[in-house]
C-alpha cells in the first residue's frame, strides 16, 4: 500500500507485492460523502488481492483536501464535488499509464454512494472506461437533487421551498451532460455492475429500479448485473465488494 499525491490529488494506492512496477489493470474506487479513502481500504485490499492495482483518491473537502476547521460538508457542494471526482479521472489514470503500471486497455470505476454517483457519471463522459461497478449510486442526478432538496431542511423547512424556482430549474439543468438516465446509451454495452438496499434512506433505490427497468431491452444494456439486497440500508454488505470484484476479474 501507498499513499501518493498527483496534482496535489491524494490517493492511496493498493497492489499485490511484487507487482508494484507491473502493468495492472486497475480500477479507481469512489469513496462516499463526509467520508474519505481510508474508510474504503476494504474495497481496495480484495481489488489488488486479485491482481487489479487499486487506486482509493480523496474527494474534494474531503479527508486531506478538508479545510482546516471545517466541521461537516455542505449539501450545497455535493455535485461540485462529484466534477471534480469526474474531471480528475483522467488526470489519475494518465500518470499511471505514462509510468507504464495500468493496461490502459483494462481501466474500471466503481464507488459507493456519491462514488457509485461519481461512476454513473463518468460513464456518460469517458468512453475508455472499460467496466464498472455502483453500489448504492444513482444514475439519475436531477431527481436525486430534487429528493435532496425537500428532504434537507434549514430551521425546520424543506431547502427546497427557500429557492426561487427558476434558480432550482437553471441549477438542476446543470447536471444533464452527467446524467446517465438522460443519455443511457453511453453505457455502450459495457460491463456495469450495480447494487443496492431495498431500504436504503439516504440514496432511493426506486430511481436505480426504475432506470434498469427502462432499459433492460436495449441492446446497449446487456451486460447489466443490478442486484437488490432486501432489508439493506445504506451500507454495503461484505459479499457485495466480493460479487464487485468477481465483476472486475471476469471484465477487466
Known sequence: MKHIVISDL???ELFEKGKENEKLPTVIFYHGWE????????YGYYLAKNGFRALLPEAL????????????QDPMNFWEIVASNVKELPIITEYYITAQKT??????AAGLSMGGITTNAILTQYDWVKAAAVLMGT???IAFTEFLLKNYKIDNKPV????DQKVIDERLAELEPISLNLQPSKIANRPLYIWHGSD?????????KDFVKEIENEAYSENIIFEISEG?????????IFRMTKHFLKHL
Open 200 to 208: 436504503d434512506p439516504i440514496v432511493p433505490m426506486n430511481l436505480t
Open 160 to 163: 427546497y421551498d427557500l429557492f
Open 103 to 108: 493496461d490502459a486497455d483494462r481501466i474500471g
Open 232 to 240: 439493506v440500508g445504506h451500507n454495503v454488505p461484505q459479499k457485495v
Open 35 to 42: 467520508s474519505r479513502k481510508e474508510r474504503v481500504l476494504e
Open 10 to 12: 491524494p490517493i492511496i
Open 61 to 72: 473537502n474531503h479527508g486531506e483536501r478538508k479545510a482546516e476547521g471545517e466541521q461537516s
Open 139 to 141: 444514475p439519475s442526478p
